[in-house]
């Protein structure tokens, strides 16, 4: 099977303001431990792909800091978009470039923040999901057992009868629900988190782009007669000024009959909020999490990242504490998601060089 | 009347880290508006004394500070204890330097670092006391309206007959009380707070010192007789060393038959901790001090300085946050006594640059 992946990493991330910057967002913070998500990312891959097929999807503000944190990577694999165009574009314009080096490529949609604890159980899903696509011209996307109601995620229901190896067939895809909506799902038994990872031979999904984005196709297919031209950049940059601004899952995957499923066992978030990274990060006994020479009196149940100065905090719970060069954030673990009215506030405001 | 001024500025201050420092303590910093404690204590003088009758004691770590911040006084009177001694060696070399430029002189004794709203009424209590021991052998005091019952003040209990104009005999001095006391205290209406200002003749202060510290006093007359020789520095410190540590409340004022007090109705402050900044600070509709590019979002009742750099507070309620170059602390409004403790785990663990 000739794999390869593609991994999608425009992202902003705006709910990590200050760590997260646009030139510096989720993926590329170091959040747990020495490496980034991104690179993280790229060496769950180890044994599962070679690195030569493995294509970074970004955009121009961030190329440059990918290709310094993916040193395995060669830089002719790592592309910038010219502008934001949603997922459908991004998954298209990186199909057309594997479908150059190989028509019988099978390629996996990987998202370039997220968190998985599991690496092994990671590669086994996506092998089983892999084996799948290559003998069918089905759309794979992998769902995750939930372990909790969790609100920031969506959902994807499945047909509970098996057919193949940990495959189902898709019954339907749902948003983000609220808390009674969530239990619901999640007591029912036959709905996963949607993980945004996708798994298909590039023709089939191509082709399902030509039947439910029409006009994305025909973009795309100018765009793939100019790979390898001296006009190349100006065609990429004209062409894609006009594609479509639409997600795969709204464009695609909510549409097509050949949508699949593999169930993931393994441990995952896509780390939304301080909150999450919080919850996901390892604890003292005051359950504490801390990063930095950080003094702690009568303080429980709180993220303190401060790298850069002595710090002490006394006699508070809860709290997210995040300590940068240019900006602190002090906010009640509650208020997690709040974080991006900062951003709001720093962008009406004029405060670019905070953002 | 030869009126001198003593400013006691010798304090350390380690409630009021991370801004002060050991070569930067409360007195020397800006707390309150452009001045720091120490200019607002000489401006305050203004009109009642000449600018070459202040005098300044202070130590070896702050007296360039201080030289720095007072650029109307003379830096000959800016004066460095060799060690420090408590407050009765200090207002007794005080006592002497004064008494050998004149034997007639009325001095005020001040502490560096308390807050005065009021500097006319201020002056105004001052020159009666000044009156009042100019014309008598009577060590003067002033008490200070209590408008709370403050635990963290001592306390003068007065003999409620007035012997001037606003003049009082004092009774008794009592230590920091505990909230009901305190409370005893206030209702009685004889006691008053005790503010660490004295007013006397340098006679008065001296011929005391001879009957209640006696061996200070022989100290004193062995520096007073190297004064304006070229050993004096030498002798300074070899006596210094000797010197009884003791306050010249414990010394002299509680032991003395001849102390009054003046009874001060204007709005004063020690400023014993960041919780009493944030109660002294202008404070916006939510109740919150800030100073620096500071936004708060469902955060109330809190003390916010963070001159350096853009900080968001979400979702808090009575926090005092104050970032520096190089700390940072974060601390809920009641636990403000307990920034000691920080200081101390700094001692301890030899982060002397943190001190």
Same mark, same amino acid.
Not at 27 to 54: A, C, H, P, W, Y
Not at 112 to 134: M, Q, S, V, W, Y
Not at 135 to 150: A, H, M, W
Not at 336 to 345: E, F, G, I, N, S
């Given at each position: 099977m000739d794999l390869f992946v593609v991994i999608m990493a425009g992202g902003v991330g705006s709910r990590?303001?200050?760590?997260?910057?646009?030139?510096?967002?989720?993926?590329?913070?170091?959040?747990?431990?020495?490496?980034?998500?991104?690179?993280?990312?790229?060496?769950?891959?180890?044994?599962?792909?070679?690195?030569?097929?493995?294509?970074?999807?970004?955009?121009?503000?961030?190329k440059e800091s990918v290709i310094e944190q993916l040193s395995d990577i060669s830089s002719e694999n790592i592309i910038a978009e010219p502008f934001g165009k949603n997922t459908a574009a991004c998954i298209g314009l990186a199909s057309i470039l594997i479908h150059?080096?190989?028509?019988?490529?099978?390629?996996?949609?990987?998202?370039?923040?997220?968190?998985?604890?599991?690496?092994?159980?990671?590669?086994?899903?996506? $092998?089983?999901?892999?084996?799948?696509? /290559?003998? #069918?011209? %089905?759309? *794979?996307?992998?769902?995750?057992?939930?372990?909790?109601?969790?609100?920031?995620?969506?959902?994807?229901?499945?047909?509970?009868?098996q057919v193949a190896d940990s495959i189902y067939k898709v019954q339907t895809f749902a948003e983000k629900p609220n808390l009674s909506t969530a239990k619901r799902f999640v007591e029912a038994g036959d709905f996963l988190w949607n993980s945004g990872m996708f798994i298909w031979r590039t023709e089939s999904i191509l082709k399902e782009i030509s039947i439910h984005l029409p006009e994305l196709y025909d973009g795309l297919l100018t765009i793939e007669k100019a790979i390898d031209t001296v006009s190349f950049n100006e065609v990429l940059t004209n062409v894609y000024g006009q594609l479509i601004n639409v997600s795969i899952d709204y464009g695609i995957m909510e549409k097509?009959? $050949?949508?699949?499923?593999?169930?993931? /066992?393994? #441990?995952? %978030?896509? *780390?939304?909020?301080?909150?999450?990274?919080?919850?996901?990060?390892?604890?003292?006994?005051?359950?504490?999490?801390?990063?930095?020479?950080v003094?702690?009196?009568?303080?429980?149940?709180?993220?303190?990242?401060?790298?850069?100065?002595?710090?002490?905090?006394?006699?508070?719970?809860?709290?997210?504490?995040?300590?940068?060069?240019?900006?602190?954030?002090?906010?009640?673990?509650?208020?997690?998601?709040?974080?991006?009215?900062?951003?709001?506030?720093l962008k009406m405001n004029n405060k670019d060089d905070l953002l």
């Open positions: 990590f303001w200050p760590r997260s910057k646009q030139k510096k967002p989720k993926q590329l913070i170091k959040i747990f431990g020495e490496n980034s998500m991104i690179q993280d990312t790229v060496d769950r891959l180890n044994g599962l792909v070679k690195k030569e097929n493995i294509f970074i999807i970004t955009n121009q503000a961030q150059k080096k190989s028509k019988d490529a099978v390629t996996i949609i990987l998202p370039a923040d997220h968190l998985i604890k599991d690496p092994a159980g990671f590669r086994e899903t996506i $092998k089983k999901a892999a084996n799948f696509a /290559d003998s #069918s011209d %089905s759309l *794979v996307t992998i769902g995750i057992k939930p372990t909790r109601p969790e609100t920031g995620y969506g959902y994807i229901q499945f047909i509970d009868d097509s009959s $050949k949508v699949f499923l593999t169930k993931g /066992d393994f #441990s995952w %978030s896509d *780390v939304g909020s301080w909150e999450e990274v919080y919850q996901l990060s390892e604890k003292n006994n005051e359950r504490n999490a801390k990063i930095g020479d003094y702690t009196e009568n303080t429980l149940e709180s993220y303190i990242f401060s790298p850069r100065k002595f710090t002490a905090v006394i006699g508070l719970e809860n709290v997210i504490v995040i300590d940068t060069k240019d900006a602190l954030l002090i906010c009640n673990r509650e208020n997690a998601q709040d974080v991006k009215h900062v951003v709001d506030y």
